[in-house]
T-cell receptor, first 118, second 112 residues
């Protein structure tokens, strides 16, 4: 089945530094990927929609200059948390939409990245 | 806006059936999903149902959809300790960014 690889799975960084998270579709092409954030014991909240070759679309309240998204190829999207602060600590999950399978099962989630900012 | 609701907790005994309920508000939803999340892990797609279906069964899992009441349920037969996890209901509508709207998740605890 479709696999999405998300790295790193866990990262601890110092306040003020930047962290890059990768989301890679391994066996399918994904023109669209999604980035979610999940706070402890809460549901997933969509942060942005990443489109290959164009600018990402951010949800209301998400700072695009803080959460930089690059979707430079059909299999890779990256999320960079810039100048991270402790309140950015969270679980980040990506999802990739199979360009050739837009139906019900055409979306695959990564395994998530636990970001801790100290 | 779109909203998805679920009860937050469910406890069952091993071997019993579990029923997790979900309600949603967007009548234009095309697909409704059930995902499983184990601690520290991503989301695992369990099953999904197209909005013109009433029921879908896949081994121990049965999904029932009442489109009129916008109610979705997931039944897990013969629940095992390995089924302990958080279960998210999600709906996806056509148009826009094709993104999902997730419920808050139901934490299923299976007691021996």
């Amino acid at each position: 089945g479709a696999v999405v690889s998300q790295h790193p799975s866990r990262v601890i960084c110092k306040s003020g530094t930047s962290v890059k998270i990768e989301c890679r579709s391994l066996d399918f092409q994904a023109t669209t990927m999604f980035w979610y954030r999940q706070f402890p014991k809460q549901s997933l909240m969509l942060m942005a929609t990443s489109n290959e070759g164009s600018k990402a679309t951010y949800e209301q309240g998400v700072e695009k200059d803080k959460f930089l998204i690059n979707h430079a190829s059909l299999t890779l999207s990256t999320l960079t948390v810039t100048s991270a602060h402790p309140e950015d600590s969270s679980f980040y999950i990506c999802s990739a939409r199979d360009s050739n399978n837009p139906g019900g099962a055409g979306y695959t989630f990564g395994s998530g990245t636990r970001l801790t900012v100290v | 806006g779109e909203d998805v609701e679920q009860s937050l907790f469910l406890s069952v005994r091993e071997g019993d059936s579990s029923v997790i309920n979900c309600t949603y508000t967007d009548s234009s939803s095309t697909y409704l999903y059930w995902y499983k999340q184990e601690p520290g892990a991503g989301l695992q797609l369990l099953t999904y149902i197209f909005s013109n279906m009433d029921m879908k069964q896949d081994q121990r899992l049965t999904v029932l959809l009442n489109k009129k009441d916008k109610h979705l349920s997931l039944r897990i037969a013969d629940t095992q300790t390995g089924d302990s996890a958080i279960y998210f209901c999600a709906e996806r509508s056509p148009g826009g960014g094709q993104n999902f709207v997730f419920g808050p998740g139901t934490r299923l605890s299976v007691l021996p």
